[in-house]
């Protein structure tokens, strides 16, 4: 089984600056995919970002990018100019490759970015 | 509407009602998912569908039953519900199993 850990419950910065949340997780699949999902007060669940296990360039989505370390099994997430409208709670999850979908996305606790004007 | 949607948006319901949750999905694909949210836990997976066939049961409890008549409508019959169901109810979908999944603004549930 997959475990997937956040260790910043709660984290706040001033607008415009940047931050990176932490993401570690515990498996034993070579092939994988991970995640990085917002969910702002409207509880909507909106991807981030994607990164595939095998490919070893970082994946970026404008102001998003992430630090994939596959030896020390991190995942971190960096957002860069951080807007008010970063304020949300902010998912790490794994998705194996082999019959990944058939097992879902196994979630982490969250961390809450507060975005301060 | 594009996306996923999920009707209703909130619901509250006694513990003798049946009700049922229901999401629809315009992204053309092929496998739906339930997840569970509730407060201060990670997001559990329920059922997950592919091509209108269930291919995973997390060890629900009988009084969820889900349903997925096909590739675009998932829905979840809720029947004697204890007051520990309450939570989140987010469905999703993907493009194939193993594809990028994509989540519905969920219906926030409380039994009373």
């Known amino acids: 089984a997959q475990t997937v850990t956040q260790s910043q419950p709660e984290m706040s910065v001033q607008e415009a600056e940047t931050v990176t949340l932490s993401c570690t997780y515990d498996t034993s699949e070579n092939n994988y995919y991970l995640f990085w999902y917002k969910q702002p007060p409207s509880r909507q669940m909106i991807l981030v970002i994607r990164q595939e296990a095998y490919k070893q360039q970082n994946a970026t989505e404008n102001r998003f990018s992430v630090n994939f370390q596959k030896a020390a099994k991190s995942f971190s997430l960096k957002i860069s100019d951080s807007q008010l409208g970063d304020t949300a709670m902010y998912f790490c999850?794994?998705?194996?490759?082999?019959?990944?979908?058939?097992?879902?996305?196994?979630f982490g606790k969250g961390t809450h970015l507060i975005i301060q004007p | 509407e594009t996306g996923v949607t999920q009707t209703p948006r909130h619901l509250v319901m006694g513990m003798t009602n049946k009700k049922s949750l229901k999401c629809e999905q315009h992204l053309g694909h092929n496998a739906m998912y339930w997840y569970k949210q509730s407060a201060k836990k990670p997001l559990e997976l329920m059922f997950v569908?592919?091509?209108?066939?269930?291919?995973e049961n997390n060890s629900v409890p009988s009084r969820f039953s889900p349903e997925c008549p096909n590739s675009s409508h998932l829905f979840l019959h809720l029947h004697t519900l204890q007051p520990e169901d309450s939570a989140l109810y987010l469905c999703?979908?993907?493009?194939?199993?193993?594809?990028?999944?994509?989540f519905g603004p969920g219906t926030r549930l409380l039994v009373l």
């Open positions: 569908y592919s091509l209108e066939e269930r291919v």
């Open positions: 999850a794994f998705m194996k490759h082999e019959g990944g979908g058939a097992d879902g996305l196994t």
């Open positions: 999703a979908s993907s493009q194939e199993l193993v594809e990028t999944q994509y």
